[in-house]
């Protein structure tokens, strides 16, 4: 599977240090993952439609939708009190482009 060679570059590439145990361990962490990936590719599939979505599975599970409520809309009042600078309404922040 991998070798120690193939994790330390790994690690370069993504801008980590790791050291020789530290290495170690993710070499196993590695194999252990590409181990899976060759378990679920043995898996025959042929026949299963892919799925949009998992709730596809229990056509009696429905997704839990709230109802739309007309709702008084926020007050731009008490919104702006907790700000520390407005102005006309608007909240004032620093000037981060010049």
């Given at each position: ?53 998992p709730a596809e599975l229990f056509s009696e ?38």
């Amino acid at each position: 599977m991998f070798t120690i060679d193939d994790v330390q570059r790994l690690a370069r590439l993504a801008r980590l240090a790791l050291d020789p145990p530290a290495a170690e361990r993710m070499r196993g962490q590695l194999d252990a993952v590409l181990a899976l990936v060759e378990r679920l590719r043995a898996v025959d599939t042929t026949g299963v439609e892919p799925l949009a979505h998992p709730a596809e599975l229990f056509s009696e599970v429905a997704l839990r939708l709230r109802d739309d409520e007309v709702r008084e809309p926020p007050q731009r009042e008490a919104i702006l009190a907790n700000a520390p600078a407005t102005e006309a309404g608007l909240f004032l922040v620093p000037k981060v482009i010049e």
